[in-house]
């Protein structure tokens, strides 16, 4: 049975700093690995998809990486800001399903 | 494309009454979830549709929920009888996959979510 872990589990930076999110996983087999990020009291907003034979994508400041055969994927937002506060989760595919983590409170200070 | 819409976005109910809640996918999307969150945890899975067939029930789907996706295009996810440890947000996601039993590669796309409150 998969089992996604975040850590840390909050995070309190101020604007600017560069950071990187962790997230593993215990079964390596997995079609696809997907970052989120949620806003309180909203739905999921896709941010990145990695494909498993991919080793990383980018959008805008963000970078997503994946090792599969350590079961790890970082997420690193460069130059935060105020904007970037939300939970962020990782979720991955082993078969029809999406299994994702508790996820990772980023809060964002000026 | 308007994305993935549900309705109705907030429900407050007594203990005890049916509820049912209806996700419109994004169009021409085969694949359909139906997801739980409560506060402070990650989604957990519900069940899914490829077209209109249901192929996957988790065993978190009691005898008292139900969900159908009759033409398959929109979902509906019925609680009946609710108890308060019900009371959590209902996502529905939907994605495109090539084939039919091919696996699932594609992006997932969700929802806002209906925030379901059981007194």
């Known amino acids: 049975k998969q089992e996604v872990t975040q850590i840390p589990a909050a995070l309190s930076v101020p604007e600017g700093e560069n950071l990187v999110l962790n997230c593993s996983f215990t079964?390596?087999?997995?079609?696809?690995l997907q970052w989120f990020r949620q806003d309180p009291g909203k739905g999921l907003t896709s941010l990145l998809l990695?494909?498993?034979?991919?080793r990383e994508q980018t959008s805008g400041r963000l970078n997503a990486s994946l090792d599969k055969s350590s079961g790890r994927s970082t997420l690193y937002i460069a130059a935060s800001q105020p904007g970037d506060s939300a939970t962020y989760l990782c979720?991955?595919?082993?078969?029809?399903?999406?299994?994702f983590g508790t996820g990772t409170r980023l809060q964002v200070f000026p | 494309d308007t994305g993935v819409s549900q309705n109705p976005r907030h429900k407050i109910t007594k203990r005890g009454q049916n509820v049912t809640f209806r996700c419109d996918p994004i169009?021409?999307?085969?694949?359909l979830y139906w997801y739980r969150q409560t506060l402070g945890q990650g989604p957990e899975f519900l069940t899914y549709?490829?077209?209109?067939?249901?192929?996957?029930k988790s065993r978190l789907l009691s005898d008292r929920f139900s969900a159908e996706r009759p033409k398959g295009s929109f979902s509906t996810l019925e609680i009946q009888r609710t108890e308060q440890g019900d009371s959590a947000m209902y996502l529905c996601?939907?994605?495109?996959?090539?084939?039919?039993?091919?696996?699932?590669?594609?992006?997932?796309?969700f929802g806002e979510g209906s925030r379901l409150t059981v007194l």
């Open positions: 996601a939907s994605s495109l996959i090539p084939g039919y039993g091919t696996p699932n590669t594609g992006e997932l796309f």
């Open positions: 079964d390596s087999a997995i079609y696809n």
């Open positions: 990695i494909q498993s034979s991919q």
């Open positions: 979720a991955t595919y082993n078969t029809d399903k999406l299994i």
């Open positions: 169009s021409e999307h085969n694949r």
């Open positions: 549709f490829q077209n209109e067939a249901q192929l996957e």
